[in-house]
């Protein structure tokens, strides 16, 4: 099995078929139940905001190693309307579309690297990393 | 069809047949046809070709029976359509080559292959839309039945109602489960209702919200939710996630979440000596 994959998401079940992936890699990669299980959340979390506020985009999934770590990196990237305050978006509770507004915030914590580069009307990339212990 | 055509085709069957079952072997692979023994797959271009034919002696301009049975035959079987797509353009650019080759002037040889184009093009189309109208109607009717599967209401005691989540919730179906649940809730009369979400394969934040919304609709009809069906590493996410579950008793199995709901109704259960 490849241990790269890159799902473009343009509707709801390309959420699916992204956490699916993010999911068979964590498998490969020898991650436990329960950090499949955040891998996968997260990767929903994020793929869903590109469904959501961008519309489309796209949701790479690949193994990373960093001396003599090995670990499984999100990047979720899309050309959307971008994030207008970033400080904002990753406080709990604030949401734009009705929601639970954990979803930022909710990845942080599930992952261990995490990054947003955004910028307005151009899109946004978002960057995260779970290390293998 | 143009007689001289026709007559050209009959008279070169065997080189056209020859090439053309060349060209079929090339393009194996294209068809992820690998596992299909070579017997078979000669046996099946044969007769391809063969029906490719008979439309040429009919001089029809859309495919006959034969065709459409056949073509139906092989996709119920786990063949590509693009298998006899191909294998009618590989006809044409054939036949083009043997056109060429008999020392045609040149506009006799575009007007008999412009006259080909023109009865091959509607069979692939045809071919085409029936093979998309066929896929059409599958997911229209597999839509239907996992909506029918999707989100059921059973009354499993006197005002306890259960209802099993299983699979991935998207928007169209939370929809499904809030309806579901309020109009059951009322019809059976439910003060209970256990919602299972041990099939549930993730529980971000779009599907806690929905279950949140679920349970405070159903307390405002006069029924209390308990969320059952709660996996470790699902509560593990939902923790880290930061979802505040706090309004509604939640329990990690089926049978459990029952027992609490006895209880509420103020029942119990017994062993019989």
Not at chain 2, 214 to 232: D, S, W
Request: with cysteine; net charge negative; glycine share 6%.
């Amino acid at each position: 099995m490849n241990i790269q994959s890159c799902v473009e998401v343009r509707n709801e079940w390309d959420i699916v078929k992204a956490r699916q992936s993010g999911r068979n890699i964590a498998k490969e990669l020898g991650f436990g139940t329960v950090d499949q299980a955040r891998i996968t959340t997260a990767i929903s979390e994020l793929a869903r905001n590109i469904y959501l506020y961008a519309g489309s985009g796209e949701v790479a999934i690949e193994r990373v190693e960093n001396g003599g770590k090995l670990g499984l990196k999100i990047e979720a990237s899309d050309s959307g309307p971008g994030i207008k305050d970033i400080r904002k978006v990753m406080e709990d509770g604030f949401t734009t579309s009705g929601g639970l507004g954990a979803g930022l915030p909710g990845v942080k914590r599930l992952m261990d690297e995490f990054t947003i580069d955004s910028k307005e009307n151009e899109g946004t990339v978002i960057t995260s990393i779970k290390w293998l212990r | 069809m143009d007689k001289l055509v026709i007559q050209l085709l009959n008279e070169s069957r065997e080189r056209i047949y020859n090439r053309w079952m060349d060209e079929m072997e090339r393009v194996r692979d294209e068809h992820r046809l690998q596992s299909i023994t070579d017997a078979a797959y000669e046996e099946t271009n044969k007769e391809l070709f063969e029906i490719i034919y008979t439309h040429i002696e009919q001089n029809v301009h859309k495919p006959t029976d034969r065709m459409t049975e056949f073509a139906e035959h092989l996709m119920k079987i786990g063949w590509r359509l693009s298998y006899i797509t191909q294998g009618l353009q590989n006809f044409r650019r054939i036949i083009l080559a043997v056109l060429l080759d008999a020392n045609q002037s040149n506009e006799k040889v575009y007007s008999m292959y412009d006259e080909i184009d023109r009865w091959i093009d509607p069979i692939v189309n045809q071919l085409i839309n029936e093979s998309a109208k066929n896929w059409e109607d599958t997911v229209s009717i597999q839509k239907v039945a996992l909506q029918e599967l999707s989100a059921p209401l059973i009354p499993v005691f006197e005002n306890i109602s259960v209802m099993p989540l299983i699979g991935t919730i998207d928007t169209e179906r939370a929809k499904l489960i809030m309806e579901n649940l309020l109009t059951g809730v009322i019809k059976h009369r439910s003060q209970v209702v256990l919602i299972d979400i041990t099939g549930v394969p993730v529980v971000d934040t779009m599907v806690a919200h929905h279950i949140i919304q679920a349970a405070e609709a159903v307390r405002l009809v006069g029924a209390q939710c308990i969320l059952v069906g709660i996996r470790p590493e699902i509560a593990q996410t939902i923790v880290n996630l930061g979802i505040d579950l706090g309004q509604f008793p939640t329990k990690s199995t089926l049978f459990k979440g029952m027992k609490t709901a006895l209880e509420m109704t103020k029942r119990k259960m017994i062993e019989i000596e």
